[in-house]
């Protein structure tokens, strides 16, 4: 379609205007090809005829549709032109109150001038793992795609932030790395991350100030490098700084300031710290007070500075680095204030008693003669001599202020060098994100050196992001596979060129700047030489003489040559940095140090430069311009951008004014055509600009499409034939794999084909309605008309026959009637009662009937049920049968697979003899190729072999029958082999067989001795010895038969050896050997026919044994078991689950008897060691009384003879060595006896495990009489200590009358045996409680360890009492508190209190899981209140429930912690729902169209939508959420979850649903629509619902939904009157203020039939709520939990009636 038939009536264009650069007008007259005017109507109704030139044809650019204004991506937009992009950036910026609009990979960001809501930390969360254009246009969309794709592809990335001064360049930059401290926190403790923000404050003190056009300009250009670990986390960040405005601390234009931190300092003189820096306002000091005004409103100095002070703190720059820096700023404002007087014409002094002088020598530890003569002379260094000049006032003024702007230069430096140290890591880096705050295009009415540099700087900038953009669209194209010519843009190269090249602008100006002489007239004469007329990138200005202009890529430009060369020589004199190097202040005097660092030099793992250099010695830096330093490291940042993927981000300033939300076009035009947007558009412009995708285009434009083109079925292929039909030339689209491209302007003509037919259907519905309503309005007069008509006639005819007789008459005939009724009513009764009661006999006899039958079937069903369940157990008892069956023939069947290996391995043996023999052969090769040889001499001795051929030929003769009959032989011996294998085979097929059969037969004699089986299972052990003896004898008889085979093969070895001796004698004949190899070729496929036999053979026998194993062992394995089961078997599941269960349980029984026989044995050998160490003490004792008696013998020596006479009544003594003996040897009678205990125990163990129900059983009852037998045993304690101490004093007396009484020596010494003795015993009683009470130790461990770790909810919930757990456990505990066993109790409540938190921090993500233990947490929590033994919590016991409740202990401390473990649990459950139910919420609640046909697609531009509507179905929509919803709700219920419990979930679940799409609707601009309100209010009443059918409608969760409602309401109320306004503001009562506004500027038309909301509206609205005061918020904190409570809901299971199911394992718990 030609683009001059789009210039219909009515349709609107653009034209050019002075003041608003481009302005609306709509199309009064169709226009025609060759008209020279164009007949328009502007928007005040003014009539317009707009010149066409007939020969160019350029006509106004068209105005696209209203539906596409206001778009989120400018490249969505049918017509890409300027005035398309301006009017879309108005509408969103003072309309819609939106400031981010994309503009394909540009992210366009207007300055507010005011604070708004939209960066907070719940705004991150919000778009964090989003992709770009799933939510509205954002700086943390931005930042979160180039942490993705450094993610995902591992390629480092850079976010470019450019525009001009007040733009917003610094807050969107520190906005971006906010957003990756954020979202990547660090894994260190030093919260680097916070480091790097911390950066910002800094920075911006001393290197921003106020200017004309912005409060807080940035006035250097910084580049952040943020680096990552490997799993992408901050660990350090380094900083870049280029081109620091140096003139502005000595010089500032009116209504500026100098750098901030000098007025923070003025602000926080009075502080005490800083009084030695004697400072005052900053009114005082010339530095800072040539702006004029030193207040910035709204901005607090002093609150800044300890903001700036405790951001250096955190950085670690400590208070005296600070000091430091606060003295050199101090110095360098006093240095300002220093009065230099003219002396004469060419001199000038300094006074030595200046005040600010002086102050300054002492903050920078100088001496004050120096610098005061310094200040006023210079050394001039000539080829022979040094010569002192001095300076004239101006000479010296210009001294201070160079001096002041190095060391302000040195100390940024500094700065920023320390702060890269602070942030500097440990370790090597894997990726980083850079991201660059640069000045953009600047042009002034004077432009300097700087605006030279900064404009270069963009200038490199604009190549790089053009050729950026002409890749990413090339991609885009080959992606797509659509054939692509050049697209031209707009080369800068040529003026980079003038500007770096040799030769160029910057090398002509150092070139001049190393001249002595150098003056800006030279310099200018140079390049007008060069460039004047020669390149159109280069002019001459007429007016002034010192200047000249280049032609940028935005605009031309005129510099001013005035200040180029000095501010590019940057010279310091020398007698100055002498002084300073002296300075005593080391923060100073490091400045200007010979090899100093340089700024922001990195860490050694960072391999990259600083951009500016730092100062190194003076006289080096003479030769290196500020020029070249800038052009190096604008070189250096070059090459890291195009290292890395970049992300552009260009900020615009609206205003001049810093007024919010007012909108200049010219100034934002201009400052379009600078960032690069306009060129952007051009370039997609040039080609196919709109995009679809062909279900995009087919949802959008298939009322175009007839019926004819539906019934193609292919969408893809329907789309192509439909864009034939409507669009003729093919030039104008492209078909892509994925996509459909459009020419500019051809959406915009399918737009208005498309509102054509809807205007053209609605013009239809509206004349037949019309029709209708019309039609339906006359029948109903029409009907009318005839009922009055009707009835006026009846009133006349009454009147007219109206007289006495026709009233008798009437009366008459009334009586006739009622009589007449009468009858008929009468009559009609009797047939009715007749009816009735016939009626009532048939139904009475069928019930009778009925009711017999019924009884019959009954006697019948019981007669069958009988049958059934006798069947039913006979079936269960053979299933047993062939469980136990095949149990005993496992052992059977392992031994026959040992066996077969065996078999296997034999044969492998025969396998590599055979090749050991195939090998052999292949040697017998080898040399018959050498006889081969042998045979070429033979030809040589031919005359030889012919003589004596006839003697040959008889040998040959003979000996060929010979090897025939040998070669006869051999088959006939490898036929007998076949015989023999097949024989072998054979029998191993019917040794298979018999061992079948007689499995088969064990099988069926073991079904008839099943009783004695269970009640003689030694006897069935040694059958299986038996049947194990015999399958080792068949073991035997097979080895004897491969020893057979082998010998066999040893024979057949030795066969071979004699064929090769008489084929070596046959060596000699020629003739022979080919027909020798033919034969040994055939016996060697033979042999390898046999293995092949051989190995096919093995395998079907290996086959049929697992074929005979797996029938065996079919009903080893559970689920094997229930495959095999049919569907009537289903319900004898649970039974052969529980038979399962035992065998398993019996297995767990042996073990634990095992660990028992264990510790019994342990404890004997601990008993034997305390029985020996007794028996030491007492053999000390004894020795101990023998040296007593020596003593005595030797000194009463008087009474030897008495004692000689007890000597021999004492001969107890020599008895305690006999006894000591005797129990050594007992102590290894006891060992051995131990030994061989642990040995019958073993061969016991089968018997035990019969017997270990009968003892744990026996260990309960221990168990129950352990607290008895413990207190007896600790008052025999006590008794027997006082024996002990009774014994011991005895013994005393006893050696006191040794010389006296033997006799009562003797007593003593029985009586000291026989108390050992008893202590012994006693000792031994301690020990066995000892082992019951750590056996008692072990049952709690095993109870917690199976209620709490073994226990599978969905299994407890279907088969048993959900909550039987807390029942088990609070059982347990009152058997505690009914024996008063304080230790106990609190042994079983921290196990108990420690498993439950094991297991759910186990299975922290296991939904069921932790709804099991939340229920029966809650369960015990309110067992433990309604047994208590409280007032409050009996009053719905019964008089069962008050006799059981706890009677000894107080248990209220653990309700508190139980109940503070069951709110841990409640939130780990909430967060396992939420993380579930999250992912759905935004697909099913916003994007699924669950009222289908009532949404419209729309043009999406360059940043396509990832979750757009696709062709397949949705992978989440309102169903899915309503079906987790369910499970939640039903695995609840199961677990038997407190009802309020249930309710409280079910609100949290509510609220997150409602918080997450009503944050979505904020963010999300396409979603604003009247028909998205449809479909989330239709999304809620499919929640409403759900409720209403859960039957919880009381759980306040719809009042959550109450806030998302109100927001659907209002994307569909009518937004024209004041009366809407009124409603909006009372319905919306659950919406903030702000939230109100953002819905609505963010409301968007679908269709052309639907209205733009007006601004005016809006305004309305907001004064109206302006009253409410409820706060700023617009995001709903989605991570909110509301307060959980625990009602107390007491429990009517009666314990005693709870049974615990043998799956429990809990055999050693017994009911009271």
């Not at 003014?46 to 066409?52: A, V």
């Not at 931005?142 to 591992?154: G, I, L, P």
């Amino acid at each position: 379609m030609a683009v001059a038939e789009l210039y219909t009536k009515y349709n609107s264009v653009w034209i050019p205007d002075p003041d608003e650069v481009w302005i609306s007008a709509e199309i009064t007259k169709d226009y025609k090809n060759g008209s020279d005017v164009l007949h328009l109507q502007l928007e005040d109704g003014t009539e317009l005829e707009y010149p066409i030139d007939p020969v160019r044809t350029l006509l106004p650019p068209l105005r696209n549709p209203d539906i596409l204004v206001g778009e989120n991506d400018l490249t969505a937009l049918s017509y890409l032109h300027e005035p398309a992009v301006m009017h879309n950036l108005k509408v969103r910026f003072v309309d819609s109150k939106l400031i981010y609009t994309y503009c394909g990979i540009i992210l366009v960001a207007i300055n507010p001038y005011r604070e708004i809501p939209i960066y907070g930390d719940a705004i991150i969360h919000a778009y964090s793992g989003q992709n770009m254009g799933d939510m509205d246009p954002h700086i943390f969309a931005v930042a979160e795609e180039a942490y993705k794709q450094m993610a995902r592809k591992n390629r480092n990335q850079s976010i470019i932030v450019s525009g001009e001064s007040g733009a917003g360049k610094t807050v969107s930059a520190r906005y971006a790395m906010r957003y990756f401290a954020t979202v990547s926190k660090s894994s260190s403790k030093a919260r680097v991350e916070d480091k790097v923000l911390a950066s910002n404050p800094i920075t911006e003190a001393i290197g921003n100030a106020k200017t004309t056009r912005n409060d807080n300009s940035s006035r250097f250009g910084k580049y952040t490098e943020i680096s990552f670990d490997n799993r992408y986390r901050i660990i350090g960040a380094n900083m870049r700084t280029y081109l620091l405005e140096k003139s502005r601390v000595v010089f500032q234009a009116e209504n500026e300031r100098n750098y901030h931190i000098f007025y923070q300092l003025c602000a926080s003189a009075d502080r005490p710290e800083f009084k030695h820096l004697k400072l005052g306002p900053a009114e005082n000091f010339n530095y800072v007070n040539m702006g004029g005004n030193s207040v910035i409103d709204g901005v607090n100095d002093q609150t800044d500075f300890i903001e700036t002070q405790k951001t250096f703190l955190l950085l670690g720059l400590n208070e005296d680095f600070q000091m430091d820096i606060f003295k050199v700023l101090g110095g360098i404002l006093h240095l300002g204030n220093v009065e230099i007087r003219a002396v004469g014409d060419e001199k000038s002094s300094v006074k030595h008693d200046d005040y600010h002088l002086k102050v300054f020598s002492q903050l920078l530890e100088i001496k004050l003669e120096e610098m005061a003569y310094g200040l006023c002379h210079r050394k001039i260094a000539t080829t022979s001599d040094t010569v002192i000049k001095p300076m004239t006032k101006v000479q010296a003024i210009n001294a201070r202020d160079a001096l002041a702007k190095h060391i302000y230069a040195h100390l940024f430096s500094c700065i920023v060098e320390n702060i890269n140290k602070a942030l500097q890591f440990s370790g090597k880096k894997h990726t980083f994100i850079g991201v660059l705050d640069i000045y953009g295009f600047e042009t002034f009415d004077v432009n300097s050196f700087e605006q030279f540099c900064i404009n270069y700087a963009n200038e490199k900038l604009q190549q790089q992001f053009n050729l950026h953009v002409f890749k990413l669209e090339q991609d885009e194209y080959m992606k797509e596979d659509i054939p692509w010519a050049l697209i031209e843009f707009n080369d800068n190269q040529p003026c980079i060129d003038l500007i770096e090249a040799k030769m160029g602008i910057l090398e002509l100006l150092d070139e001049e700047c190393l001249l002595p002489q150098g003056r800006e007239e030279n310099w200018l004469q140079k390049l007008e030489n060069n460039y004047l007329n020669k390149t159109p990138l280069f002019e001459k200005p007429r007016m002034l003489s010192k200047a000249f202009i280049v032609v940028h890529f935005a605009d031309k430009v005129q510099y001013e040559c005035d200040g180029f060369l000095e501010k590019n020589r940057d010279t310091l004199y020398e007698e100055l940095i002498n002084v300073l190097k002296k300075s005593k202040l080391h923060l100073l005097a490091d400045f200007f140090q010979e090899n100093e660092s340089s700024t922001g030099n990195l860490n050694a793992h960072i391999k990259v430069r600083p951009a500016r250099p730092g100062f190194k010695s003076f006289n080096k830096e003479h030769r290196t311009t500020v020029g070249s330093k800038f052009r190096n490291s604008l070189h250096l940042l070059m090459e890291t951008l195009n290292a890395t993927t970049p992300h552009y981000v260009r900020c615009i300033k609206p205003n001049d004014s810093k007024l919010p939300f007012e909108y200049n076009s010219k100034r934002v035009v201009q400052q379009l055509r600078a960032c690069g947007v306009l060129e952007t558009i051009r370039i997609s412009a040039q080609s196919y600009p709109s995009r679809w995708t062909y279900f995009e285009f087919f949802s959008r434009y298939r009322i175009l499409m007839s019926e004819q083109d539906l019934a193609l079925g292919d969408k893809k292929q329907i789309c192509k034939e439909v864009l034939k039909h409507l669009i003729q030339d093919p030039n104008q689209y492209q078909f892509g794999k994925t996509k459909i491209f459009f020419r500019a302007g051809q959406v915009a003509y399918l737009e208005k084909l498309r509102a054509d037919k809807l205007r053209a259907a609605s013009v239809t519905i509206q004349k037949n309605l019309r029709c209708w309503i019309q039609r339906k309005k006359f029948l109903e007069l029409k009907q009318a008309a005839i009922i009055i008509q009707q009835y006026v006639r009846g009133h006349r005819a009454v009147r007219h026959v109206l007289n006495a007789r026709m009233l008798k008459q009437a009366w008459a005939a009334v009586i006739i009637q009622k009589h007449w009724r009468r009858y008929l009513v009468c009559r009609l009764y009797q047939l009715i009662l007749v009816a009735t009661i016939t009626i009532q006999s048939y139904t009475r006899g069928w019930l009778a009937r009925r009711k017999y039958n019924k009884m019959l079937k009954d006697q019948k069903a019981l007669v069958i049920q009988k049958h059934v369940r006798a069947w039913l157990a006979r079936r269960r008892y053979q299933s047993i049968r062939r469980f136990v069956l095949n149990i005993q023939l496992s052992f059977r069947v392992k031994q026959l697979h040992k066996k077969l290996d065996d078999q296997s391995k034999e044969n492998k043996g025969l396998l590599e003899r055979l090749t050991h023999l195939s090998s052999v052969h292949s040697a017998d090769m080898d040399k018959y190729q050498k006889l081969e040889g042998e045979f070429q001499k033979a030809v040589e001795q031919r005359k030889f072999i012919e003589e004596q051929v006839e003697k040959s030929k008889g040998q040959t003769e003979q000996t060929l029958s010979e090897f025939r009959k040998q070669t006869l032989s051999l088959q006939a011996q490898n036929q007998k082999l076949e015989k023999q294998h097949q024989e072998q085979t054979q029998e191993m097929k019917e040794k298979m067989e018999t061992i079948t059969q007689q499995h088969l037969g064990d099988l069926e004699r073991e079904e008839r001795q099943r009783r004695k089986l269970e009640n003689n299972f030694q006897i069935q052990k040694e059958d299986y010895e038996e049947q194990i003896k015999a399958l080792i004898d068949e073991v035997k008889h097979l080895q004897k038969e491969r020893i057979q085979l082998q010998e066999q093969v040893q024979e057949e070895y030795l066969v071979n050896d004699g064929l090769r001796k008489d084929m070596a004698q046959l060596a000699d004949e020629i003739l022979v050997i080919p027909k020798l190899k033919a034969d040994i070729a055939t016996l060697e496929i033979k042999s390898q026919d046999l293995e092949m036999s051989l190995q096919k053979q093995r395998k079907e026998m290996r086959e049929k044994v697992e074929e005979i194993t797996k029938q065996l062992l079919g009903g080893l394995e559970g689920e094997e078991l229930r495959k095999r089961l049919s569907p009537e078997d289903m319900e004898q599941l649970n039974e052969d689950g529980e038979l399962w269960l035992a065998y398993e349980g019996l297995k767990r029984a042996t073990r634990v008897m095992e660990m028992h026989i264990q510790s019994q044995k342990e404890s004997y050998e601990n008993e034997v060691e305390e029985l020996s160490s007794r028996i030491d003490q007492l053999c000390e004792e004894t020795t101990h009384l023998q040296c007593k008696v020596q003593a005595e013998n030797n000194a009463n020596e008087s009474i030897r003879q008495e004692l000689n006479k007890l000597a021999k009544e004492n001969l107890v003594i020599p008895e305690y060595k006999l006894q000591i003996l005797e129990l050594q040897k007992q102590k290894q009678d006891i060992e051995n006896h131990l030994k061989g205990q642990v040995v019958e125990m073993k061969e016991k163990m089968e018997e035990v495990t019969d017997q270990l129900q009968g003892n744990l059983e026996e260990e309960g009852f221990q168990r129950r009489l352990l607290e008895t037998q413990k207190a007896n045993c600790a008052k025999e304690n006590v008794e027997l200590l006082a024996k002990v101490r009774k014994l011991e004093s005895e013994n005393y007396e006893l050696l006191n009358r040794t010389q006296t009484d033997s006799a009562v020596s003797n007593r003593m010494q029985q009586e000291a045996s026989q108390l050992t003795v008893e202590n012994l015993d006693l000792l031994e009683r301690l020990d066995q409680k000892e082992k019951q009470i750590r056996k008692l130790q072990n049952q709690i461990k095993s109870l917690t360890k199976t209620i709490g770790k073994d226990l599978k909810p969905r299994g407890v919930a279907v088969n048993m009492i959900p909550v039987l757990p807390a029942n088990i456990l609070f059982m347990c505990v009152r058997y505690a508190d009914e024996i008063n066993n304080a230790e106990m109790l609190k042994s079983l409540m921290n196990s108990l209190l420690d498993g439950i938190k094991k297991v759910t921090k186990n299975h922290s993500e296991d939904f069921e899981m932790l709804s099991f233990w939340l229920s029966n947490s809650v369960h015990f929590l309110n067992c433990l209140k309604q047994y208590s033994g409280e007032e409050e919590f009996m009053k719905h016991n019964t008089p069962q429930q008050n006799n059981q409740c706890l009677r000894n202990f107080d248990l209220s401390e653990y309700r508190q912690i139980l109940s503070d473990l069951a709110i841990h649990i409640y939130q780990q459950l909430v967060q396992v729902m939420e993380d579930d139910l999250q992912p759905m919420i935004v697909p099913g609640m916003l994007e699924h169209e669950s009222l289908q046909g009532i949404s419209s697609m729309k043009p999406t531009g360059l940043r396509k939508r990832s979750s757009s509507y696709r062709e397949e179905i949705n992978k989440y929509t309102i169903s899915s959420i309503l079906q987790q919803l369910s499970y939640y709700f039903s695995t609840m219920c199961q677990h038997d979850m407190d009802s309020e419990l249930i309710k409280q979930t079910v609100k949290q679940l509510f609220f997150l649903i409602g918080a997450i799409t009503l944050n979505n609707l904020f963010l999300r601009k396409d979603m604003c629509s009247c028909r998205k309100g449809m479909q989330i209010r239709c999304n809620i009443s499919y929640l409403e619902e759900w409720l209403k059918d859960k039957n919880m409608q009381s759980s306040n969760a719809k009042e959550t939904l109450e806030p998302l409602s109100q927001a659907a309401w209002l994307l569909q109320v009518n937004k024209t009157t004041d009366d809407d306004v009124k409603e909006i503001c009372e319905r919306c009562s659950s919406l903030s203020a702000m939230q109100i506004v953002k819905i609505l500027n963010s409301y968007t038309p679908i269709d052309d039939f639907e209205k733009r909301l007006a601004p005016a509206f809006v305004r309305k609205v907001q004064s109206q709520l302006n009253s409410r005061g409820d706060g700023a918020t617009l995001i709903i904190d989605p991570k909110y939990q509301f307060q959980v409570t625990f009602p107390f809901s007491p429990s009517q299971q009666a314990l005693e009636k709870i049974q615990i199911p043998s799956s429990f394992k809990l055999n050693f718990l017994t009911r009271i």
